[in-house]
């Protein structure tokens, strides 16, 4: 009798082992399965505050050269000039603009030895949507705003005793312009992009007695080097 009680008392206990162990197990398989339905962490969490840019958006900047061919008073023209500007989530950019012109000489009287030109520039904030800005070949739409000014000067060419230009500015006025423009823009590399396209001068009227009053308004085309983080 001993005999069979202690027989059973060893069955017992090697039946209470796997059971203590699966009560472990499913303990703890519950612990792992309450971890995984927890949130996953969001690695560009900010305790909810948002900005103009948003959560993990990138902020760029580019430093750009320009030279093109215009037209003003119906003579051949340059201009040329520079901007920079942040880049908002590579689709927006907002900074300043400048740009000066001349154009060729030109003659009121056929043979006389004075001769006239245009000269001038104007400024002011740059906003350019960019649009698909991660393409190789893209498109942007600057828009400048601001205000500059333009003078006439008078050159006369002197040829006694030595061959030089006595140069006079005759007339000069200020305005305001809006310049709107289209680009088509290419990634030649992640730090450079090259830009070809045109856009059109609006100014205020100039003053009658000196100026045509839509002197400036008109086109312009341009070739552009841009240089930064995009």
Known sequence: MKRISFVLLIIATLLSGPVFSQDT???????KNKVRKEKPQNRYYNDGI?????????????FGMNTGYTRIDGYDGLIAGGSVALIANHGLAIGFSGKGFFTEPYKIISGSNKSYNYTGGYGGILIEPIILPKSPVHIALPVLLGAG????SSWTRWNDPYNYNDIWVENAEAYLIAEPGIQVEVNVAR????AMGGSYRFTTSLQPSDF?????NGFSGELSFKFGLF
């Open 25 to 31: 197990l499913r303990l703890f398989s519950n612990q």
């Open 191 to 194: 730090w450079m992009r090259l």
């Open 50 to 62: 948002q900005t103009l840019t948003g959560p993990g958006r990138k902020v760029g900047f580019y």
């Open 212 to 216: 045509k009053s839509d002197l400036l």
């Open 149 to 152: 000014g333009v003078a006439r």
